[in-house]
């Protein structure tokens, strides 16, 4: 009785022992975890911003933080699934079949999720091929508006009236980027047809070279106005059509600064900016003479 209560004694302290061993191994699991993330995330930080220092280009600089934002999520979720694995094996829980079982269950999933798998390999390839990065103006799966984060699952983007869009990659099959490297204020203008063609053109030039010159404006604009010329007989006006090329993103203040100015200077000189007019016809006699129009003003 003695040997087997020894016999007892004896497994329950290699019981504990080994339970004790196993919580020390898996506590070393989660911290060495820990650690590894927060090495990953400084690493792919610090080698972000020896990357960026070594970049002139601040478009450069938003494809590199984009990357390192993707690259800091694989590495967590890496890191994670890693560290579980390791935890389930310390439990004497065998992951053959858990690998096995997820390895149908994926499979069943993939037929189910044809989408979000799509989703994931557009992501890669907008990233690697460089297509979108934070802080571009885009028109991406019929939504447009500032990238605040694009991910391997989606793109964020945000429109001008605050509203946010969340759009799936796998829905991007064309993407219009408005503020890569640099961009182009196109202006389209209405004079009326009685002015002077080649007046309106230099009024329209001193208001480039005067917008150009102003020292907030200085660094947005990069070349001179580029008048394309008459572009249209409209209905009331003769439209003619011009363009800034300015810096990424600066097309909209450009242009509205720009038509401010221009209005200012129309004015002083006299140049109509028109607006819809109404020719009443009577018609005409076979003889070519037109009756009479009669006009018939009352007032109360």
């Known amino acids: ?36 993330k927060l090495l ?78 799509k989703d994931y390999f557009s992501g890669l390839f907008l990233l690697l091929e460089d297509q979108i990065r934070h802080g571009d103006v885009v028109e991406a799966g019929g939504k447009a508006g500032l990238v605040e984060e694009v991910t391997l699952r989606y793109v964020r983007l945000r429109s001008y009236d605050g509203n946010v869009h969340f759009v799936p990659n796998g829905q991007i099959d064309t993407v219009t980027n408005m503020t890569r490297d640099f961009s182009f204020a196109v202006i389209d203008i209405g004079v009326a047809y009685r002015e002077n063609i080649d007046e309106v053109f230099s009024v329209i030039r001193e208001a480039g070279e005067a917008l150009r010159a102003d020292e907030k404006f200085r660094d947005l604009i990069l070349e001179d106005v580029d008048i394309a010329g008459v572009d249209n007989w409209a209905d009331s006006a003769v439209m003619i059509r011009l363009r800034f090329k300015v810096a990424p993103i600066q097309q909209w203040a ?29 018609g005409q006699n076979k003889d070519g003479s037109a009756p009479p129009l009669r006009l018939i003003t009352q007032t109360n």
């Open 254 to 282: 450009v242009r509205r600064e720009f038509l401010r100015r221009l209005k200012e200077a129309f004015d002083a000189r006299g140049i109509e900016i028109p607006y819809p007019h109404l020719t009443v016809y009577a």
């Open 40 to 117: 990953a995330n400084k690493g792919i930080r610090s080698f972000r911003l020896y990357m960026a220092n070594r970049k002139d280009s601040p478009q450069e600089k938003q494809r590199l933080e984009t990357l390192g934002r993707v690259f800091r999520y694989a590495a967590n979720v890496l890191i994670t699934v890693v560290a579980g694995m390791l935890v389930f094996a310390e439990l004497g829980i065998s992951i053959a079949p858990i690998l096995a079982t997820a390895g149908v269950l994926g499979l069943a999933i993939g037929f189910g999720a044809q989408s979000l798998v």
């Open 1 to 36: 009785m003695d040997t087997l209560l020894a016999s007892l004694g004896l497994s329950d302290a290699a019981t504990l022992g080994a339970m004790t061993q196993s919580a020390i191994h898996i506590a070393i699991i989660l911290v060495g975890a820990w650690a590894l």
